[in-house]
């Protein structure tokens, strides 16, 4: 597993964005994910712009990347390499680049008892009959 990861953001209101009377709902969702990696044991740091210009400066890559303009943020760095570049990344890639195996969920139906019945057989939310009732049969 990643030790740490580290987010250098574009020049925000706060620490996370997620303030004011008009919330962004992708930076609402961005820290939820961080919050959750941090409670997976991954160490993570994030740096505004606006906030902590010297964060950026201190670091070669980020202040080369940033030369280009700040449309290059956000900068999500994983072991000294820059690994996501000008948009904030889903969980599942977050927890990708820190190296936590995600375990898929089971479907509802997958895990039913009605699973090992034939598709006709098992309750249904509608059959040819009308709705939620059980089948005998193929419509029948």
């Known amino acids: 597993m990643t030790e740490s990861l580290r987010v250098y953001d574009p020049a925000l209101c706060c620490s996370t964005g997620v303030c004011g009377p008009s919330v962004d709902a992708e930076l609402a969702r961005f820290a939820a994910d961080l919050a959750w990696l941090a409670e997976q044991g991954v160490a993570v740091e994030r740096y505004n712009l606006a906030h902590q210009p010297g964060a950026f400066a201190a670091h070669p890559a980020v202040r080369e990347r940033l030369a280009k303009g ?28 820190a190296g936590i195996v995600l375990r898929p969920e089971r479907k509802e139906r997958e895990s039913s008892s009605d699973a090992a019945l034939p598709c006709c057989a098992a309750p249904r939310e509608e059959s040819c009959d009308g709705p939620a009732t059980q089948s005998k049969g193929c419509c029948g």
């Open 70 to 97: 700040v449309e290059v943020l956000p900068l999500v760095m994983v072991g000294g390499r820059i690994a996501v570049e000008g948009h904030y990344p889903s969980r599942d890639v977050l927890a990708a680049l």
